[in-house]
């Protein structure tokens, strides 16, 4: 971000804007393709990155992490940490995504401040309506996977009934992007049933030409 001192107000305006979030994941990148493919994201027009790497240790995860750092210097696009509450507090400019077996979101505001982007999963709506909750506390949240994938293999699909039901809760109260197994074949599904934001994962870093993947699937959320 641009100054530390960008308020909690400031950064719920970005995220409500905010259309595609790009993960950087470990699960299918090489440690050397990070910046590569964290340039493509953002030239093809992501609003928020993250990086993911559930297996790797500490000194690993903030080397990935160091590696792409650099191009959100000067940029308001926030740059999210993944699960990692104590590596988060070393990095004043970026965010902090826990799931819901992770640390509370009560307890990463308390630890990060007012200002941090902080974002939370949730895989029904009785987690949707509990992020609602502490939309004081979260910046967004995330409901998914909205489709089987092999990036959450151990979660059910939620399908989107949950997409339409989750949406007609929020009330703008908080963004939600739509999360899992999303790609450029089923966005218009999603779309459809009320996503205003996606997460998409292997279709991106998996493609030919990333950078468009992102434009095409940035460009099909209206």
């Known amino acids: 971000m641009k100054s530390d001192a960008v308020s909690m107000r400031d950064v719920k ?7 595609f979030y790009a993960i950087l994941d470990a699960s299918y990148l090489a440690p050397e ?12 027009g992501a609003d ?3 990086v993911r790497a559930k297996n790797a240790d500490d000194a690993e995860y903030e080397k990935l992490l160091e590696s792409v750092l650099p191009q959100f210097e000067g940029s308001d696009i926030p740059l999210i940490i993944n699960d990692r509450l104590h590596i988060a507090q070393k990095y004043p400019r ?8 992770d640390i509370s979101p009560i307890v990463a505001r308390e ?3 007012p200002d941090r982007v902080i974002g939370l999963s949730t895989h029904s709506i009785e987690q949707a309506r509990a992020a609602l909750k502490l939309a004081p506390v979260l910046s967004y949240f995330c409901i998914g ?3 089987a994938t092999r990036t959450k293999p151990d979660y059910a699909p939620v399908g989107l009934k949950l997409v339409r039901n989750g949406h007609a809760l929020n009330a ?13 074949k089923n966005v218009g599904e999603v779309v459809a049933a009320g996503a205003k934001r996606i997460v998409v994962v292997s279709d991106v870093l998996q493609a030919a030409d990333p950078e468009e993947a ?5 460009a099909a959320v209206r």
Do not use: E, T
Not at 94 to 101: A, K, P
Not at 214 to 218: A, G, K, M, N, P
């Open 214 to 218: 992102v434009r095409q699937l940035r």
């Open 13 to 19: 305006s970005l995220l409500f804007a905010a259309k």
């Open 33 to 44: 393709n990070f910046p590569s493919m964290c340039r493509a994201a953002l030239a093809g």
């Open 172 to 184: 703008d109260r908080l963004p939600i992007f739509c999360i899992g197994g999303i790609n450029r």
């Open 48 to 50: 928020i990155v993250q």
């Open 111 to 113: 630890k990060l401040g």
């Open 145 to 147: 996977p909205v489709f």
């Open 94 to 101: 970026c965010g902090l995504h826990v799931g819901q077996d």
